[in-house]
């Protein structure tokens, strides 16, 4: 589930699915989707903290969910694509605070976000590659922008897991906190809340530039993924990994 609440104009967003490791629903990502539409139109809202639980943000995809879903839709309207989507257009400054593994749209998501806040012990991976799929969410645009083309292929391609103080290093972290991480986001989130909110809006507007080659590039990473989740190299795959997941 998807805890929500609003505090001093921060809008908190906490998986809370601790028992699978925060792996994302199909309804949980529709209570993402919905909370970021929601909030562009709400002068309530001024900033959005996503974050999880101790030792664990989140490992991504919940695999069994998603193909259910996926195989009835075609993966183009689903949950997910939903929040792809809604990462895009979203107009308020976003926070992340992450404490524990950061995997799949939980490392991707990180590049929509204005500050990333990380414990010493987060790990980020990408394993697109490995389930013979594709990077998602504007990853494979965002990517080689923030960390350059080397450093974006060795997360993205090759999947190798970023530590905090290297993605520290590479840009995609800004701050390595040793003490209690969702504290230091939350209070980034209420300093960037209590900065006049037009002129936030602004300044942030010109920072993303125009997000047109964004969507064109998330909806052209949706195409291709979903054609690759007949193919036979992403259904032995996903079905190695299925019962790699059953045996433990």
Known sequence: MIRKTIEDGVQILRLDRPEKKNALTGAMYTDLA???EAANTDDGVRCHLICGQPEVFTAGNDIGDFLQYAGKSGMTET???RFL???VRNEKPLVASLDGIAIGVGATLLMHCD???ASPRT???SPFVDLGLVPETGSSLLGPRLLG????FELLCLGRPFSARKAEMAGLVNEVVEGDVDAVALACAREIAAKPPEAMA???KLLRGDIGPLSERVEEEIRIFASRLSSPETMAAFQAFMTKTAKT
Do not use: G, K, N, T
């Open 79 to 81: 949950p997910v694509v």
């Open 34 to 36: 919905e909370a970021l």
């Open 115 to 117: 500050m990333v806040f």
């Open 149 to 152: 083309h080397a450093r974006a």
């Open 85 to 87: 989507r809604a990462l």
């Open 202 to 204: 602004l300044s942030r």
């Open 123 to 125: 790990v980020i991976r």
